[in-house]
């Protein structure tokens, strides 16, 4: 669904994603992971064209992403930090990216109840806490049943309940035929969600695959340990 | 058009919640209502009032919205995300912070002037001219932070650039031409100090207004020097131009760095 052909792209002297190449396929949760920097959250954002790279090109089912701004309208984004305008309330923050869609845009207003959002939604957006912005922030991705989402450290500053409410949701998602892209910079926290897996470290993939094949090739456990694995002989090698 | 429209008046919303906007015009109806009262007549207010309007509207607005940019950076991101053009958006914000801090300047200063039934006794045309150029300082100014947010990453830095750039334009720069009539003196320097006026906004809005009041006396050297010229008819077109590209050229330049 994503083809990802040797992006690159530096704040400056910074250098954050290093010819970064990687197909993410159609009605897959694929994982990025990689630690804090490695260029993970610039990457979900050229895809979704808020960062132009310095080079290389994405692919959105075969065509360039280009100024067009229209395969936005397919795509559900759930940003790392959720900030809004401090004086609107969550249910004038709904309305308002409905406004600006079409009109006959189906609505899924699941996680409104299913994270128990219901009462905060006439409250001022500045009144309410970290994690009830994320839920919020959550129902947005998922309010015009997009076909790819891009989750970006969906389950930080959830609490359990909510983060399993997440999940299920993402499950029920991908059964009806989505795609996902989650980014985390702890490995274990997408393991029980992950079907493919790209390991991203300083702005290049380090492995990408399906997360069965992986730890059956490297005969451990955990996907954190598979990666390890593979990073310790890609360093020998 | 439309999703311009409802952007900028889902952030109307927003802004004319904020406590901010609130004390802005506080502010505004009090020094008005206080010149008016204490100040002698509506002439002698008028002309108060405008210093103050030359001083405040660049700050405020120059603080205002950068401040209110970089708040609201996350937010535009998603919004960015969501299948609207770029220049969509930036025109629905742009509009959405000029359009309240202007439409609550003018009111603050206009309705006391008709409470105090102050409108007849001034000068034709002085009031409604004081506002306008209120409300065109206070395009350029927004336009001015919408170009330093999208250009500097970094806060404190943006914050920095905007105080700074008020300080240059409201009080250093008169120095500074001061400073280059008095070296000029003995020549004859008229055209460049035309050109220095157009390079300031302020001191275009300063120059526009006191076209319109019959004081000479309180024209500063700057504005000595000119007066002859801005009262023709190709004064006047200079300087609304001069106004219109101040606006303009940072809203094309911010839109370009956004």
């Known amino acids: 669904m994503i083809a990802a052909r040797s992006v690159s792209k530096r704040f400056g002297r910074l250098g954050v994603l290093d010819e970064l190449t990687l197909d993410v396929s159609a009605s897959r949760i694929t994982a990025i992971v990689g630690p804090n920097g490695a260029g993970k959250t610039t990457f979900v954002k050229t895809i979704l064209g808020l960062t132009r790279p310095d080079s290389g090109s994405i692919e959105f089912d075969g065509r360039a992403i280009g100024d067009d701004a229209a395969y936005r309208a397919r795509i559900g984004y759930m940003p790392q930090i959720a900030r809004f305008p401090e004086n609107l309330t969550a249910a004038e923050l709904f309305a308002m990216l409905r406004d600006l869609r079409p009109a006959e845009t189906p609505v899924d207003e699941d996680l409104i109840s299913g994270l128990r959002l219901s009462t905060e939604l006439e409250k001022p957006l500045r009144t309410l806490s970290g994690g009830t912005r994320q839920k919020v922030n959550a129902v947005m991705a998922f309010l015009f049943k997009p076909d790819l989402f891009i989750l970006d450290e969906p389950t930080a500053g959830l609490d359990p309940i909510a983060s399993g409410v997440l999940k299920d949701k993402i499950r029920t998602e991908r059964a009806a035929g989505k795609t996902f892209i989650l980014t985390s910079h702890i490995i274990s926290e997408l393991e029980e969600l992950a079907e493919d897996v790209a390991f991203v470290h300083e702005g290049r993939v380090g492995f990408a695959g399906p997360v069965k094949e992986l730890i059956r090739t490297t005969r451990q456990d955990t996907l954190e340990r598979a990666i390890a694995q593979v990073m310790m002989r890609g360093v020998a090698a | ?258």
């Open chain 2, 1 to 258: 058009m439309r999703v311009t429209a409802k952007i900028a008046g889902y952030q109307l919303r927003d802004i004319t919640r904020s406590r901010w906007l609130f004390g802005y015009v506080l502010f505004f109806v009090l020094v008005t209502d206080a010149l008016l009262r204490f100040g002698g007549g509506g002439e002698k207010a008028l002309l108060s009032l405008m210093n103050v309007v030359l001083f405040v509207i660049p700050l405020v607005t120059l603080v205002f919205s950068t401040v209110y940019l970089y708040h609201a950076r996350e937010f535009i991101e998603l919004l960015l995300a969501q299948p609207i053009r770029r220049h969509q958006l930036f025109a629905g914000l742009y509009l959405g912070l000029a359009i309240p801090l202007s439409v609550g300047f003018a009111a603050a200063v206009g309705l006391p002037f008709i409470f105090h039934r102050a409108v007849a006794t001034s000068q034709p045309g002085t009031i409604p001219s004081l506002l306008l150029v209120g409300v065109a300082l206070t395009f350029v100014f927004t336009a001015l932070a919408f170009y330093i947010v999208s250009r500097s990453e970094d806060r404190l830095k943006g914050l920095g650039i905007a105080i700074a750039l008020w300080l240059l334009f409201a009080v250093l720069y008169d120095g500074l031409v001061l400073l280059f009539l008095s070296i000029f003196s003995s020549h004859s320097i008229e055209r460049p100090v035309l050109g220095l006026m157009l390079l300031n906004p302020i001191d275009l809005a300063r120059v526009a207004l006191l076209l319109q009041f019959d004081v000479s006396a309180l024209l500063g050297y700057t504005g000595a020097v000119l007066r002859k010229f801005f009262e023709t008819t190709t004064g006047v077109l200079v300087t609304a131009t001069a106004l219109i590209i101040w606006i303009a050229g940072p809203v094309v330049l911010g839109l370009k760095a956004f």
